[in-house]
């Protein structure tokens, strides 16, 4: 059994294109194994993919994808036009070999389930409320409950930020957009969440997903098996990161009051408690602690010699217009001074600050903005070797200043920080993914004060360096996230540190 990959191009409006799909595609295939996916490169087209197709086939959709009206635009390609190009599958993304063929089976479901959708809704905007029923629908048939869903819907939106050679609205634009729909749709979404139900699709999923062994590639793999589902149906990137944050923010909306008698933070500290008695509770547990490694070695030098009182005294929040000069070198002697192993006493690592277990969970990642030795980007920091690995591309400045509401201040602002001469700005956050593990509820709170302790050494060394900045924790947490690359529940942000001299 062979798949042959037709490239049908179509020079027309979306809404003829799933006309052709359904009158056309769809009866022309109906005993056949098929599935298509579409694309803009070249030309907007639809690579179909038929099992042990007619020999005729590509003829036969060229006629009729020919009768369709055109759009004129200066694609390459031709309108009607139908090639067959060698079907190379995306092994890797879908689970390996052994994996693809279970892959390719979903595929067929998932068009069969976007032909249905496409034809239930004519008007293409109310695809987004049935892709949020499938996006929930998925995270069931996976066994995933409200926060493991809401985690990997997040995720998978965030997935988007670097993305190549796709065109995308800036973060800011989607969360305001996304905040603005959730405001005025809220007791729709919510109710939505509850009532989700596509029963074809969650068999499909739990089927094939029950044959597969994927391990870690499991969440990333059926994020790729839900896109491809939402590009069938039409919906673009951006409507699809869309949803998938407003999925994520009703999963986890219980419409209780948070203040109150019983208020989530009275029962937090609560139920975080230590007891006398109860020596589970805060006894020493061993727990596997990630390996951090990779990066490219930054260099740093000792710090200057300066008096301690000197230092305490010249630490204060910096506002105003924060600009350079920064090198790598400058860099690391911030970084590897404040946060890096400084001695060893009996085989335990030290570092200038404590922490729970000395797990060492509070970290940082960060944009470096014009540090001389630093490609522009967003870089994680390891301390464990001295070095920044690469997480993505340096956002743009507009959606840097977009992170708070200090950035966005007009300069005669007295409480204005500007960024647009900055050389980094750090994100100090809390693996509390690790830190639960041995501290359970408590890790929280473990968790909040090293980031404290983390962030005033930082502010000390970058006093004696000759540096200022202001930690900001009013920050726009979803678009933070986002930017930075982590996980908004395990990963949480605490602090965001532009830097620079005055």
Known sequence: MEWTSLHCFLHCTPEVADEFLLADVAPLLADQAWFFIRYGEGGPHLRIRVRDADPDLADRLHVLASKLPELKGSWPSKHGEVREIPYVPETSRYGGPLALPIAEEVFTESTQVALRVI???????????????????????????????????????????????????????????????????????????????????????????????????????????????????????????????????????????????????????????????????????????????????????????????????????????????????????????????????????????????????????????????????????????????????????????????????PPDDPYAINVEAAPVMLGLYVDLGVLRQRYGLRALRLGLLEAGHLAQTLLLVAAALGLGGTPINGFNDDLAHELLGLDDLTQPLQYLVPLGRL
């Open 119 to 409: 034809a239930e809704t004519p008007v293409r905007a109310d695809r987004l409320s049935v892709a949020t029923t499938l996006a929930v629908a998925t995270g069931r048939a996976l066994g995933m409950d409200r926060l493991e869903t809401a985690r990997w819907l997040r995720r998978h939106s965030r997935s988007w930020q670097h993305a190549a050679g796709v065109s995308l609205l800036p973060a800011p634009v989607i969360h305001a957009k996304v905040n603005a729909v959730y405001a005025g749709q809220r007791q729709a979404l919510i109710g939505r969440i509850e009532d989700a139900y596509a029963p074809d699709w969650s068999d499909a999923v739990s089927a094939a997903d029950s044959s597969l062994d994927l391990g870690e590639a499991r969440t990333w793999v059926w994020a790729s098996q839900l896109h491809m589902l939402f590009n069938r149906m039409g919906v673009v990137p951006d409507e699809e990161r869309a949803v998938c944050l407003l999925t994520a923010r009703a999963l986890l909306d219980d419409d209780e009051t948070f203040f109150g008698e019983d208020g989530p933070d009275t029962q937090y500290l609560e139920h975080s408690k230590f007891h006398i008695g109860a020596r589970a509770e805060s006894a020493a547990k061993t727990i596997p602690v990630p390996e951090r490694s990779g990066g490219t070695p930054l260099p740093h030098s000792p710090l200057p010699p300066v008096l301690l009182g000197e230092t305490l005294t010249s630490r204060v929040s910096t506002r105003g217009a924060l600009t350079g000069p920064l090198t790598a070198n400058d860099l690391g002697t911030l970084l590897w001074n404040a946060h890096a192993e400084t001695h060893r006493t009996g085989g335990h690592a030290h570092r200038p600050y404590p922490s729970a277990g000395a797990l060492y969970t509070a970290r940082l990642r960060l944009f470096a903005m014009a540090v001389d030795g630093v490609e522009p980007g967003c870089y994680e920091v390891v301390p464990e070797n001295r070095a920044l690995r690469r997480v993505g591309n340096l956002p743009s400045t507009e959606d840097l200043s977009a992170l708070s509401g200090y950035l966005l201040r």
